[in-house]
């Protein structure tokens, strides 16, 4: 069983340019989120799907947007870079609800993204 | 809408010691999990261990517990026996039990290990 994996590994853009960053979600994981960690804070929540449909989404503007597949695959997309966006954006992945349990949330290794 | 504080931004502990990492948070809700995830150099978020709102019974995880007092909104970690591969970057995090699964994040503590 492979765990949550993310690609690229790191990455350099332009103010102004679009990046998507990609996530494989664990084996059998229906859910996936999107943090954003700034150097030296906790993760934020960018959004999160399920089964293909966004479920809820943080305090980000529509420039960054995403996408699940139907393997629950995603990707995560932010247009027009600004320097602010420069961070760690990890991806989550879980098998979501069973009932009235809630399964934890594991994490991939992150992409290093820097605008400059 | 949910805040995690972490207020210790650097802890140290001898190896082989105990130490204790603090956290506090503030909520509306009564039902709610509770998390302390471990940050390593290497970026990737571990899950340490998950506490239930609903359940009075702290959780242990072998060297990991939890110290949840609900009514103080304080859920501290402990770490007994402290080995070198603890050294990392520590974050409580809050979940509601119900609707979506986001996760709110404190900013962590960097906890050092001393040979």
């Known amino acids: 069983e492979t765990g949550v994996t993310q690609s690229p590994t790191h990455l350099i853009k332009t103010r102004g340019q679009q990046v998507t960053l990609r996530c494989s979600s664990q084996s059998g994981h229906n859910t996936v989120s999107w943090y954003q960690q700034a150097l030296g804070q906790g993760p934020q929540f960018i959004f999160q799907?399920?089964?293909?449909?966004?479920?809820g989404r943080g305090n980000f503007p529509p420039r960054f947007s995403g996408l699940q597949f139907p393997n629950y695959s995603s990707e995560l997309n932010v247009n027009a870079l600004e320097l602010d966006d420069s961070a760690l954006y990890l991806c989550?992945?879980?098998?979501?609800?069973?009932?009235?349990?809630?399964?934890?949330?594991?994490f991939g290794p992150g992409t290093r993204l820097t605008v400059t | 809408a949910q805040t995690v504080t972490q207020s210790q931004p650097e802890m140290s502990v001898q190896e082989a010691e105990t130490v204790t990492l603090s956290c506090t948070y503030d909520?509306?809700?009564?039902?709610?999990?509770l998390f302390w995830y471990k940050q390593p150099p290497s970026r990737q978020m571990i899950l340490v261990i998950r506490q239930e709102a609903y359940k009075q019974q702290n959780a242990t995880e072998n060297r990991f517990s939890v110290n949840f007092q609900k009514a103080a909104k304080s859920f501290s970690l402990k770490i007994s026996d402290s080995q070198l591969g603890d050294a990392a970057m520590y974050f409580c995090a809050y979940r509601r039990r119900w609707g979506n699964e986001k996760l709110t994040f404190g900013t962590g503590t960097r906890l050092t290990i001393i040979p």
């Open positions: 989550a992945s879980s098998l979501g609800r069973q009932g009235s349990y809630s399964y934890e949330q594991y």
């Open positions: 909520t509306s809700e009564s039902d709610y999990y």
């Open positions: 799907y399920y089964r293909e449909e966004e479920n």
